[in-house]
């Protein structure tokens, strides 16, 4: 027989501003496999830290985002947010789904032009356009998405000397009732700015107003926003209608709608309060159908979902390094990763399960990460069992924007593994080596030597 592990009795000390002794119980069952891989494999196999993706995941939730809102609107079309996950076999799923890219720099743009995306199905927006930038989407006829009255007189000039007309759409932001208001992008709606920028467009006749585009925040809790967002948004295209006798092609309602994951200091888990795809769906989808555009006149809604889609399908792998107690008593527990790798972790309380099995105690504990920085926690507070040097840990609901905003700082950025369909692993980004990372330095030659 086994002989079972040894575990010193423990008398907790109760803190207050957690929920109540049941609260958080689900943090602790453990987490083995992913997708019926087995984490520990997974960590032989490539090496600890590791982001792993589950293809799986990724596509369930595509369908149901797509479900949503085509079971309401007769035309809709999803476009990829690279910023949000650009790994190209990320992007890849997404467009075998038929999403389109939405891309925010010309470094984005020229990663989804390489991936295969028709030039005329990558919406560029974003308020840093170069003029090559600009050359390259109207040669390819690119959507872009005008941010501010300076690009629409730059895109104006460049469109001349191409000799074409190209088509655009403008941002708009507005008042959803959301504090504090998103306004630093694109034109106004309440002040007279979208009108300002519709009417020189279309007046100076240079370019082509097929669109109008919104992204109202990022995270958001509240479908009604999006209703009230919708709704301005139609009210703007049948004002052009009346005004100018033109139709407006699209309305690009953006992302934001929130994951599933926890913001800091709220109350309860967002796996509870995060509103579903069929909410936020309702709330836009009511909005363009009561707004009195003909049948045969309704825009295609774009929508530019980003964490919704992926946040649940990533999951990051790591070890505990070691354990110690603080000066107050409570445990500390140090994992080989940090905010270098898991930037979202300012944001949440991710969720966190042991990868193994282990009794039933458990405690209060600070999840710290490798880093020599004081910031550098993972977790505040998390209620754990008792982890050992060498055991496992997996955080959930990492997809969405860390593998784009993990930093390379103190140690190299892990391997990133795609679990498909078939339970197959893929490695789909080599984990970062001093090479890969000095290959863009140089060296003066009088620095190459020194004497010590
Ligand atoms: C970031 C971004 C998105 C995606 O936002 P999520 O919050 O990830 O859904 C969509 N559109 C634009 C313009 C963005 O900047």
Same mark, same amino acid.
């Given at each position: $027989?086994?002989?079972?592990?040894?575990?010193?009795?423990?008398?907790?000390? &109760?803190?207050?501003?957690?929920?109540?002794?049941?609260?958080?119980?689900?943090?602790?069952?453990?987490?083995?496999?992913?997708?019926?891989?087995?984490?520990?494999?997974?960590?032989?196999?490539?090496?600890?830290?590791?982001?792993?993706?589950?293809?799986k995941g990724i596509r369930e939730k595509y369908h149901e985002a797509v479900r949503a809102f085509t079971n309401r609107y007769p035309k809709v079309q999803f476009a990829w947010s690279y910023k949000t996950n650009y790994i190209n076999a990320v992007c890849n799923i997404f467009h075998q789904e038929g999403s389109w890219a939405e891309v925010v720099s010309g470094f984005e743009y020229?990663?989804?032009?390489?991936?295969?995306?028709?030039?005329?199905?990558?919406?560029?927006?974003?308020?840093?356009?170069?003029?090559?930038?600009? /050359?390259?989407?109207?040669?390819?006829?690119?959507?872009?998405?005008?941010?501010?009255?300076?690009?629409?007189?730059?895109?104006?000039?460049?469109?001349?000397?191409?000799?074409?007309?190209?088509?655009? @759409?403008?941002?708009?932001?507005?008042?959803?009732?959301?504090? #504090?208001?998103?306004? /630093?992008?694109?034109?106004?709606?309440?002040?007279?700015?979208?009108?300002?920028?519709?009417?020189?467009?279309?007046?100076?006749?240079? %370019?082509?107003? &097929?669109?109008?585009?919104?992204?109202?925040?990022?995270?958001?809790?509240?479908?009604?926003?999006?209703?009230?967002?919708?709704? !301005? $948004?139609?009210? %703007? @295209?049948?004002?052009?209608?009346?005004?100018? !006798? !033109?139709?407006? !092609?699209?309305?690009?309602?953006?992302?934001?709608?929130?994951?599933?994951?926890?913001?800091?200091?709220?109350?309860?888990?967002?796996?509870?309060?995060?509103?579903?795809?069929?909410?936020?769906?309702?709330?836009?989808?009511?909005?363009?159908?009561?707004?009195?555009?003909?049948?045969?006149?309704?825009? %295609?809604?774009?929508?530019?979902?980003? /964490? @919704?889609?992926?946040?649940e399908a990533g999951y990051l792998l790591g070890s505990v390094i070691s354990n110690k107690r603080l000066a107050d008593g409570r445990r500390a527990t140090i994992l080989d990763f940090g905010v270098n790798v898991l930037f979202t972790a300012f944001w949440y309380d991710h969720k966190i399960s042991p990868a193994q099995e282990f009794s039933h105690y458990t405690e209060d504990s600070?999840?710290?990460?490798?880093?020599? $920085?004081?910031?550098?926690?993972?977790?505040?507070?998390?209620?754990?069992? #008792?982890?050992?040097?060498?055991?496992?840990?997996?955080?959930?609901?990492?997809?969405?924007?860390?593998?784009?905003?993990?930093?390379?700082?103190?140690?190299?950025?892990?391997? &990133?593994?795609?679990?498909?369909?078939?339970?197959?692993?893929?490695?789909?980004?080599?984990?970062?080596?001093?090479?890969?990372?000095?290959?863009?330095?140089? $060296? #003066?030659?009088?620095?190459?030597?020194?004497?010590?």
């Amino acid at each position: $027989m086994k002989r079972l592990q040894y575990e010193r009795p423990l008398i907790q000390r &109760v803190n207050t501003g957690i929920l109540n002794k049941f609260g958080t119980r689900t943090e602790f069952t453990p987490f083995t496999h992913i997708d019926d891989v087995s984490v520990k494999d997974l960590l032989q196999q490539y090496g600890s830290p590791l982001f792993v993706i589950s293809e799986k995941g990724i596509r369930e939730k595509y369908h149901e985002a797509v479900r949503a809102f085509t079971n309401r609107y007769p035309k809709v079309q999803f476009a990829w947010s690279y910023k949000t996950n650009y790994i190209n076999a990320v992007c890849n799923i997404f467009h075998q789904e038929g999403s389109w890219a939405e891309v925010v720099s010309g470094f984005e743009y020229n990663k989804a032009l390489q991936n295969g995306v028709p030039g005329e199905k990558i919406i560029f927006n974003g308020p840093d356009k170069t003029d090559e930038d600009i /050359r390259s989407a109207i040669a390819n006829k690119s959507p872009l998405h005008i941010d501010h009255l300076d690009e629409l007189y730059r895109i104006t000039e460049l469109a001349e000397e191409a000799g074409v007309k190209p088509e655009v @759409a403008i941002r708009i932001n507005m008042d959803t009732g959301i504090y #504090p208001m998103w306004d /630093r992008f694109g034109f106004n709606y309440e002040n007279g700015q979208a009108w300002d920028a519709i009417n020189k467009i279309i007046l100076a006749n240079k %370019l082509e107003l &097929v669109g109008l585009h919104c992204h109202i925040g990022t995270f958001m809790l509240s479908p009604s926003a999006y209703a009230v967002a919708a709704g !301005k $948004m139609a009210d %703007l @295209a049948l004002g052009i209608r009346n005004k100018f !006798k !033109k139709n407006i !092609k699209y309305l690009d309602m953006g992302g934001g709608f929130a994951s599933r994951n926890t913001l800091k200091g709220s109350y309860l888990q967002g796996a509870d309060t995060s509103p579903s795809f069929d909410q936020f769906a309702e709330a836009i989808c009511t909005a363009l159908l009561n707004a009195g555009f003909l049948q045969d006149e309704l825009p %295609l809604l774009i929508l530019e979902t980003g /964490r @919704a889609l992926v946040d649940e399908a990533g999951y990051l792998l790591g070890s505990v390094i070691s354990n110690k107690r603080l000066a107050d008593g409570r445990r500390a527990t140090i994992l080989d990763f940090g905010v270098n790798v898991l930037f979202t972790a300012f944001w949440y309380d991710h969720k966190i399960s042991p990868a193994q099995e282990f009794s039933h105690y458990t405690e209060d504990s600070v999840l710290y990460g490798p880093l020599c $920085m004081n910031i550098d926690v993972v977790r505040e507070n998390c209620t754990l069992p #008792p982890l050992r040097k060498g055991d496992h840990v997996v955080v959930h609901t990492v997809g969405a924007y860390n593998m784009t905003q993990w930093m390379q700082f103190i140690s190299l950025r892990p391997a &990133v593994v795609l679990i498909d369909k078939d339970r197959n692993a893929h490695l789909i980004r080599n984990r970062e080596t001093l090479n890969s990372i000095e290959v863009e330095e140089v $060296m #003066p030659s009088y620095l190459k030597d020194f004497k010590l």
